[in-house]
Nanobody, 117 residues
Framework: QVHLVESGGGLVQAGGSLRLNCETSASMFSIATMGWYRQAPGKQREFVAS???????NYGDSVKGRFTISRNNAKKMVDLEMNSLKPEDTAVYYCNAFISWQGTNYWGQGTQVTVSS
């Protein structure tokens, strides 16, 4: 079982920045693809960013150029730096761990990000 804990959400004005953090104690962290997803009220969960254990990175189109994902395998942490935030970034943000050889996704409990206009 992989337990993920997010932190760093909050309320920020448009144009501001927030940094989300996801921690785990799982020994499989170093081989997992880590990612962030978000879900706004009434909408489907949306891909935000991911980073493989080889540091290959992908971003959703709506956050490219504004968000940066990074990981620290020694600390078993993955961060999401969010800049130039927009009201449409308001959502619950979820940390995700994908273990490819298991074909299994693990999710954190989510952290709320609210961007006011």
């Amino acid at each position: 079982q992989v337990h993920l804990v997010e932190s760093g959400g909050g309320l920020v004005q448009a144009g501001g920045s927030l940094r989300l953090n996801c921690e785990t104690s799982a020994s499989m962290f170093s081989i997992a693809t880590m990612g962030w997803y978000r879900q706004a009220p009434g909408k489907q969960r949306e891909f935000v960013a991911s980073i493989t254990n080889g540091d290959s990175i992908n971003y959703g189109d709506s956050v490219k150029g504004r968000f940066t994902i990074s990981r620290n395998n020694a600390k078993k942490m993955v961060d999401l730096e969010m800049n130039s935030l927009k009201p449409e970034d308001t959502a619950v943000y979820y940390c995700n761990a994908f273990i490819s050889w298991q074909g299994t996704n693990y999710w954190g409990q989510g952290t709320q990000v609210t961007v006011s206009s």
